[in-house]
């Protein structure tokens, strides 16, 4: 676990992303989609948050958003205790050098005109981070320390593996030494075993680097494996906050029990009592008033109805928004 007197490399405070639904007639705007709504949270240097929740739930949108890869509707980001929220293209060009995204599908974030070597140096090229031959051979150095050979560096991405293409996304984000990354999916769309040795390397560089990540997935274990703290959402908001080791021991929200309950375990003589939500997600362009998932929770109370929960903490370091914390 990382020391929680660690630099505070990101917050995110009361972050909103609502998209602009436009009619037919005459343009006008006739709702929104509620991506993200309200979310708070902190990354300290050297730690990993873990961003999980169902498909639809808004957690990719909060990494474009630290990334101001899209504007927020409101709220603020501190990186390194600067608000970058309203930075123009110039500052924010600069902070992206402490910040850089590793992204779901290692192919289609690779240029496929662009030889290995080339995508790796093109960050280095683009900040004028020293000649052409100290370019190349920080990108040698790169690529030993993702596990790849620098005679790939000739190679372009069709001529690597899933996995290896992955390793060039991680060289690639590494290449102007950040201090914090967003890890996007960055192993769903690869084998298990492979899964195994990019969640290794990256949690090997962390260590080496000290570098703090904000990882988002779907996948439970994955989540488990690689991070210090884990967020949970659901239909864009934060139910659930705090350290690994207490979320999977004594998850205290009904989404997150049910998540849990629905994760597979690999020893057979281990049974666990499901939790079956019924139906879907909501939509959240009308998400419900209310708790948004008092619509699937099957500890339900009239107060769930009418009444949003607060992310509260419910003990150090351990916040839950949820109306029936001490009876669910």
Do not use: W
Not at 52 to 79: C, N, Y
Not at 88 to 96: P, Q, Y
Not at 168 to 190: C, H, K, Q, T
């Amino acid at each position: 676990m990382t020391d929680a007197d660690a630099r505070t490399i990101l917050e995110v405070s009361g972050l909103r992303k609502h998209f602009p639904i436009y009619g037919t007639l005459l343009k006008r705007k006739v709702g929104a989609v509620q991506a993200v709504d309200d979310v708070s949270f902190h990354i300290r240097q050297g730690e990993t948050l873990g961003l999980v929740g169902e498909s639809g739930s808004g957690k990719s949108t909060v990494g474009k958003l630290i990334l101001r890869l899209i504007d927020p509707t409101a709220g603020e980001i501190h990186i390194n205790g600067e608000d970058v929220t309203r930075a123009g293209s110039g500052r924010m060009r600069a902070l992206r050098r402490d910040i850089q995204m590793v992204f779901q599908d290692p192919y289609a974030s690779l240029n496929p005109r662009l030889s290995a070597g080339s995508i790796v140096a093109e960050p280095l090229h683009n900040y004028g981070e020293g000649s052409a031959s100290e370019i190349e051979d920080r990108v040698k150095r790169l690529f030993l320390k993702v596990g790849l050979r620098p005679e790939a560096m000739a190679k372009y991405p069709h001529e690597f593996s899933g996995g290896q293409r992955q390793r060039l996304g991680v060289a690639r984000a590494l290449a102007l030494e950040p201090e914090l990354i967003v890890a996007d999916e960055p192993v769903s769309a690869l084998d298990v075993s492979v899964q195994a040795q990019v969640l290794n390397l990256l949690m090997d560089l962390q260590q080496e680097f000290n570098l703090a990540y904000l990882f988002i997935s779907h996948d439970l274990a994955v989540v488990e494996h690689i991070s210090h703290r884990v967020a949970v959402m659901y239909l864009g908001k934060i139910v659930e906050l705090t350290d690994r080791e207490t979320l999977f021991r004594d998850p205290q929200h009904p989404y997150t029990r049910a998540l849990l309950s629905a994760a597979p375990v690999a020893d057979p003589q281990v049974k666990r009592d499901r939790m079956i939500l019924k139906g879907d997600i909501p939509s959240p362009i009308n998400p419900p008033s209310g708790c948004r998932f008092h619509t699937r929770c099957p500890f339900v109370e009239e107060l769930c109805r009418v009444e949003e929960p607060l992310l509260r903490d419910v003990a150090a370091e351990h916040s839950v928004a949820c109306h029936l914390t001490d009876s669910a």
